[in-house]
């Protein structure tokens, strides 16, 4: 089976052709390039340079977010168009459990993405021959992840350390995505209705939460 | 026996996420237009960031829609089509990504078309262009006069320096009190009043085709402001009569003008604004005293979709004008690098 896997959910961008669960071939990139202009030309590599065709393509696998939200939604947009065009199933994984897979720290790990403000994008993973989830993800400030470490022991925190934010993190490993990591754990992986996926945002835009607090007086 | 093209293209530039499937640039075999303007209502325009959420959400959709109501499969196509500018950039990134996807599976020509040029070439969903032609473009977003010698050639002969004529009517239906759209609202109640307030009309230095509408805008505002002050009543169809009197006037005035300066005999009114009844109906009456064609698009055709993307892009087809899976999305292109 050849799986197509996407991940442009924040700065670094990482594409990947996987055979039964194996890496083909694959593309990890951090740099400052929109996501939009580079990743159709990072597949096209990726299937020529495997020599693989469109066609052979069974699958596909994208990060679903959370992130960037322009950068989600150009992974996302993709992966649905792909899919429905040629006819293939479509799978989604956290862009967190891709951080954590990636890492390949084994045990509890904490992934984060800055959230802004104060804030940040992070589930915490208990990681051995297999994932299990034991703080769901979620846009939560420092504190609060910080009282969700406390819980669990020797809680490794993964971080790209090319973002602001890590600077006033207590010490972390430096972590990128490469999707292609993320078919070792199928239990991460989750089939999708190619109409109805949506990006995981994990929070409401602005003007929907002020709308509705508005609502709410 | 020339071989038929038929183009699938996209729009998303705003708040409509839009397909269509087109035949030879004027034959529409399928328009599909899903409008987000229900959810925008909540805050009074359009938010780009839920604008974004919205077209993901439908961007298969409304494809796969378009093919089925077309009856054709992707092997029936020539080419993907889709608006690559300007408009919000978060919105334009789903269609472009969406149709370089589909391009690059069904292995079509990418065609990325200039979105203004597709409310000219809207005209063409329902008759033949004719040049030299001047071409009027009012929306939401753009108020422009251009002038086009043939086929993708475009001259911008003039411009709004402030607001768009829809961005006016939008702001001038708030203070209203009219719901977002409010351009429809101030057409209708305009029907029902009469110019008292004769708010200015700004036609700029002399010889210029460029446009102003904060000025007529803000004296609305401070008229309204003031009567409310001092107690009295306000007749909001009266309000809404003057202010679009003063805006066809202009708009009309100086577009003849520009029509008679260029010497052409065609004359194209397009874009959202085209709906207003007012400047339909004065477009109408000078246009035959003049003996001048005009054309304006049905209204369907005059709101975003995509088959307007399509009919243009059949010419830019015709020349190769092809995109390439690194085209991104720019909020703002000026329409005369287009010119081929
Ligand atoms: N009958 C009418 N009279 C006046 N204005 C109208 C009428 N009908 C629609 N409008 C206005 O047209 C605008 C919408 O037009 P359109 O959809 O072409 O704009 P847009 O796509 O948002 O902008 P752009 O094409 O510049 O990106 C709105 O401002 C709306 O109020
Ligand atoms: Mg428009």
Redesign the interface.
Known sequence: MITLMIDTSNRPLSVAINEDGRMVAEINTTVRKTHSATIMVHINHLLESSGYKRSDINRIVVARGPGSYTGVRIGVTIAKTLAQALGVELYSVSSLAVIAASSGAKGNVLPMFDGRRGNVYSGLYHVSDHFEEMEAAGYKSLETVYEEMEKHEKVCLLADGSEAFTENLPKYTHAVPRITTVEQYPEILRRENIHEMVPEYLKISEAEKNWMNQQQS | MNEDIVILSIETSCDETACSVIRNGNEVLSNIVVSQIDSHK??GGV?P??A??HH??T???V??EALEAARMT?ADLSAVAVTEGPGLI?AL??G???A???S????LPLIPVHHIAGHVYANQLDEELHFPLVALIVSGGHTELIYMKDHLSFEVIGETRDDAVGEAYDKVARVIGLPYPGGPHVDRLSKEGHDIYEFPRAYLEPGSYDFSFSGVKSSVINTLHNQRQKGQEVNAADVAKSFQESVVEVLTVKTLRAVKDYGVENLIVAGGVAANSGLRARFEEKCQDEGIKLSVPQLKYCTDNAAMIGAVAYHLYKKGAFGT?????RNTIDIEEYTM
């Open positions: 909540r805050f938010v960031e839920v974004s959420r993901v959400e961007i298969t959709v494809i796969e992707p978060g990134l789903i472009i990504n969406a370089k996807a589909f690059f599976a069904h292995d899976l690194e085209l991104n999305g």
